[in-house]
Nanobody, 128 residues
């Protein structure tokens, strides 16, 4: 059974940084794209970043572009999200997601419904 576990969330001051880690328990991790989404109460999950299975391409949501960096280590079965220049609008529960299936359109990675596996989420709070 595939399991995803996020870690690294917490409280940080505006302008600070945090690094989230997603650990994925699947033998074929290197064939799965991994993404981060975030959600605040009453809102839909927002696409944050995605890295392809081979790690050769990354994609970012407009609100985090230039501040967040997604990476992966296929030997450790982990994916990381380095978050810099955090502001209060980044406060949310951050979820890790993974999917290894074929998708028929090029922007599938932005759609939360396209991911088969999800973690439980980790809270990130940006406040002074």
């Amino acid at each position: 059974q595939v399991q995803l576990a996020e870690s690294g969330g917490g409280l940080v001051q505006p302008g600070g940084s945090l690094r989230l880690t997603c650990t994925v328990s699947v033998p074929t991790f290197s064939t799965h794209g991994v993404a981060w989404f975030r959600q605040t109460p009453g809102k839909e999950r927002e696409f944050v970043a995605m890295i392809r299975a081979t790690g050769d391409r990354t994609y970012y949501g407009d609100s985090v572009k230039g501040r967040f960096i997604i990476s992966r280590d296929n030997y450790k079965n982990t994916a990381n999200l380095q978050m810099n220049s955090l502001n209060p609008e980044d406060t949310a529960v951050y979820y890790c997601a993974a999917d290894g299936r074929y998708h028929t359109y090029s922007t599938w990675y932005r759609n939360a419904r396209e991911y088969e596996y999800w973690g439980q989420g980790t809270q990130v709070t940006v406040s002074s």
